[in-house]
T-cell receptor, first 113, second 113 residues
Framework: ETGVTQTPRHLVMGMTNKKSLKCEQHLGHNAMYWYKQSAKKPLELMFVYSLEERVENNSVPSRFSPECPNSSHLFLHLHTLQPEDSALYLC????????????FGPGTRLLVL | GENVEQHPSTLSVQEGDSAVIKCTYSDSASNYFPWYKQELGKRPQLIIDIRSNVGEKKDQRIAVTLNKTAKHFSLHITETQPEDSAVYFCAASWDNQGGKLIFGQGTELSVKP
């Protein structure tokens, strides 16, 4: 499946590192999302961008910084993370403005040491 | 805010049997209820959804029912097959909030041959 892609697929970083996760969608959508998936927990919405404007920041710590330069690309910039931030980070996209199906990327498996 | 509870957390059935997963939601404004399937190591994918103007929707072996009064909805899988083994997530959403989905905790379904 190539509709929503994410890079890298796996990432190991120290608590002092700075890294970025990238998401790209090829579906012509105009809304994009970041989710965090931890073991034994539900999918947690982090950020929502609609028409390149951030419309939701779900009480996410400032060590996570999203960026949406255009409707096809979404980044999640990471700095000074904690071990408890280790998780699968999923990107999704959909049409904006309604109750539309969200299509997920394969995720980035992040380990913070 | 909205809260979605999902039960059971694990479910094991014999091939050919039916499986039922139940979710309850707290916000009566919710009017869109998708179900996602996530196979091991893969991305979540939409399998069926229902909107609040209908009480039931069916797609081959999969059906979803919605009881708005009781604020619960259920996924029914009939004639289960080993390839149905996965984690299933329910979610709830509502109008005018940028596509925000609130997910349940997930149900790990195991279909034994």
């Amino acid at each position: 499946e190539t509709g929503v892609t994410q890079t890298p697929r796996h990432l190991v970083m120290g608590m002092t590192n700075k890294k970025s996760l990238k998401c790209e969608q090829h579906l012509g959508h105009n809304a994009m999302y970041w989710y965090k998936q931890s073991a034994k927990k539900p999918l947690e919405l982090m950020f929502v961008y609609s028409l390149e404007e951030r419309v939701e920041n779900n009480s996410v710590p400032s060590r996570f910084s999203p960026e949406c330069p255009n409707s096809s690309h979404l980044f999640l910039h990471l700095h000074t993370l904690q071990p408890e931030d280790s998780a699968l980070y999923l990107c999704a996209s959909s049409q904006a403005g309604g109750l539309e199906t969200q299509y997920f990327g394969p995720g980035t498996r992040l380990l913070v040491l | 805010g909205e809260n979605v509870e999902q039960h059971p957390s694990t479910l094991s059935v014999q091939e050919g049997d039916s499986a039922v997963i139940k979710c309850t939601y707290s916000d009566s404004a919710s009017n869109y209820f998708p179900w996602y399937k996530q196979e091991l190591g893969k991305r979540p994918q939409l399998i069926i959804d229902i909107r609040s103007n209908v009480g039931e929707k069916k797609d081959q072996r999969i059906a979803v029912t919605l009881n708005k009064t009781a604020k619960h909805f259920s996924l029914h899988i009939t004639e289960t097959q080993p390839e149905d083994s996965a984690v299933y997530f329910c979610a709830a959403s509502w109008d005018n909030q940028g596509g925000k989905l609130i997910f349940g905790q997930g149900t790990e379904l195991s279909v034994k041959p």
